[in-house]
């Protein structure tokens, strides 16, 4: 399968802390995303980060690639109650099938 | 900008029916996918329409199918339902481009339950 993998699965923080989730794929990629899931609702784009980029922020996200590992992180800092989501990475082969692969997603719980 | 909808929002089918559901993506954006996501399966990509032809094609059986108009919306149609179909379909529409290249915006989405 080239569905990519979230860990952890569930991460629980206070508000203000950091929250780091990271994600792992198999095979050569155009580029990685990060989406947001409201329980049950669509996803939100955070961030595309191409292979030849290895860092990226925006606001309090930050995501880091390392390919020759096959991972990448997001990092949220100083996280606020409203960050409370599923997080799910989404990878773009390089060769082969076009189209996106979801990781199995991390589960953010921010504690006010 | 309106973002991208979904109608309807919650769909309740019997087994053996079938189901059209739409979607309009935003003003501009010519690529239309559509996904499957289940607690067991995850998100699953069903099929991308660019231009009112089909692109890309996922792994699902031809019970599901769709189609695209000139204006870009687009339906999704599943036939003989089944139970292992309820799930919730979320619409994604981009650019353009080759799918993923660019980000996708995605619909709330249409939860589907089978009984």
């Known amino acids: 399968s080239q569905q990519g993998e979230e860990d952890p699965q569930a991460l629980s923080i206070q508000e203000g802390e950091n929250a780091t989730m990271n994600c792992s794929y198999k095979?050569?990629?155009?580029?990685l995303q990060w989406y947001r899931q409201n329980s049950g609702r669509g996803l939100v784009h955070l961030i595309l980060?191409?292979?030849?980029?290895r860092e990226k922020h925006s606001g309090r996200l930050r995501v880091t690639l390392d390919t020759s590992k096959k991972s990448s992180s997001l990092l949220i800092t100083a996280s606020r109650a409203a960050d409370t989501a599923s997080y799910f990475c989404?990878?773009?082969?390089?060769?082969?099938?076009?189209?996106?692969?979801f990781g199995t997603g991390t589960r953010l719980t921010v504690i006010p | 900008k309106a973002g991208v909808t979904q109608t309807p929002r919650y769909l309740i089918k019997t087994r053996g029916q079938q189901v059209t559901l739409s979607c309009s993506p935003i003003?501009?954006?010519?690529?239309v996918s559509w996904y499957q996501q289940t607690p067991g399966q995850g998100l699953q990509f069903l099929f991308e329409?660019?231009?009112?032809?089909?692109?890309n094609k996922g792994n699902f059986p031809g019970r599901f199918s769709g189609r695209q108009f000139s204006n870009s919306r687009s339906e999704m149609n599943v036939s003989t339902l089944e139970l292992g179909d309820s799930a919730l379909y979320l619409c994604?529409?981009?650019?353009?481009?080759?799918?993923?290249?660019?980000?996708?915006?995605f619909g709330p989405g249409t939860r589907l339950t089978v009984t």
């Open positions: 994604a529409s981009s650019l353009g481009g080759e799918l993923g290249t660019y980000e996708q915006y």
């Open positions: 095979t050569s990629i155009n580029n």
């Open positions: 980060i191409r292979s030849n980029e």
């Open positions: 989404a990878t773009k082969p390089r060769t082969g099938a076009n189209n996106l692969f």
């Open positions: 003003s501009g954006h010519r690529s």
């Open positions: 329409y660019f231009s009112e032809t089909q692109r």
